[in-house]
């Protein structure tokens, strides 16, 4: 798996817009995208393929906190 911060603020505080990360897979030294996850101070937003960010998967820190625990 390849992850690159596609934007970085130069804030040390996550804002609104959050922190990009793409998500590629790699296999014979190519890579293939799988997706950007966005973290915000509010959430993280996976968005599958080309998906907008806009169209993503949103998660509450609460929520994802809580899914962690239960692994």
């Known amino acids: ?5 596609k934007t ?4 040390m505080d996550i804002k609104n817009n959050g922190v990009e990360f793409a998500i ?14 966005y973290v915000t101070r509010a959430n993280l937003i996976w968005c599958e393929g080309k998906t907008t960010k806009d169209n993503g998967k949103k998660v509450s ?11």
């Open 61 to 71: 820190w609460e929520k994802f906190r809580a899914w962690m625990l239960e692994q």
């Open 24 to 37: 590629s897979e790699t296999k014979n030294k190519k890579d293939k995208h799988l997706g950007d996850l």
């Open 1 to 5: 798996m390849k992850v690159a911060i």
């Open 8 to 11: 970085l603020s130069v804030q």
